[in-house]
């Protein structure tokens, strides 16, 4: 167990609705990353905040967007859902916002139907 | 733009055996994450290495690290069935303010009796 933790596990909903991925992180990291995993494109960086800044960003869709609130806890917003958008999700975190072990929760498995 | 190669992608091996996996990258880093991920699972931290000629064991694994080469070598002696799972190698590539992990494609490991 990590200690970064994740809500929901499994996440099932049709093309065209909007989803909210919740994360929180290690006690003590400020860093929150989101990372897409799918069969196709790997483990792929989404973005990272930092302290509530975002602080690096990826291949993030316009369609997506995140935040870090103040008691660091951040959520993915996934809008406009499409088939291709189904994959494992993963929020990991770490102390600092450069190089630091990044740390990964167990995930939110998201299926588009 | 940084690019991470593992090989092999797929690793069938007989328990009691040796193998190494490969990931090269193609731009300077000074740090390499070797990460394990059960199916369906989250990814586990198994080795930071920090430096050139770094070296860590834990079990029946070890890693190293060759900057000047861009490359990483996971190493595993007498293999068990525990041991079986995918195996991912990731670098750090810092931005401007913040930082991301880059992973290789994984190498999926089966260790059969």
């Known amino acids: 167990d990590s200690g970064v933790t994740q809500t929901p596990k499994h996440l099932i909903t049709a093309t065209g609705q909007r989803v909210t991925l919740r994360c929180s992180p290690r006690s003590g990291d400020l860093s929150v990353y989101w990372y897409q995993q799918s069969l196709d494109q790997g483990l792929q960086f989404l973005i990272q905040?930092?302290?509530?800044?975002?602080?690096a960003k990826g291949n993030i869709l316009e369609r997506f967007s995140a935040q870090q609130f103040p008691d660091l806890h951040s959520e993915l917003n996934l809008s406009s859902l499409e088939l291709g958008d189904s994959a494992l999700y993963f929020c990991?975190?770490?102390?600092?916002?450069?190089?630091?072990?990044?740390?990964f929760g167990p995930g939110t498995r998201l299926t588009v139907l | 733009e940084l690019k991470v190669e593992q090989n092999p992608l797929f690793l069938s091996m007989q328990e009691g055996k040796n193998y190494t996996i490969y990931c090269n990258y193609s731009t300077t880093s000074d740090r390499l994450y070797w990460y394990r991920q059960d199916p369906g699972k989250s990814l586990e931290s198994l080795f930071v290495?920090?430096?050139?000629?770094a070296v860590k064991q834990e079990g029946r694994l070890m890693a190293s690290l060759d900057t000047k080469a861009r490359l990483s070598t996971l190493h595993i002696t007498a293999a068990v069935h525990d041991l079986s799972a995918t195996y991912f190698c990731?670098?750090?590539?810092?931005?401007?303010?913040?930082?991301?992990?880059?992973f290789g494609a994984g190498t999926i490991l089966r260790v059969k009796s």
């Open positions: 290495l920090l430096s050139n000629g």
């Open positions: 990991a975190s770490s102390v600092g916002s450069l190089k630091d072990t990044q740390y």
């Open positions: 905040y930092y302290n509530g800044e975002e602080r």
């Open positions: 990731a670098v750090d590539r810092p931005m401007e303010y913040g930082n991301k992990l880059v």
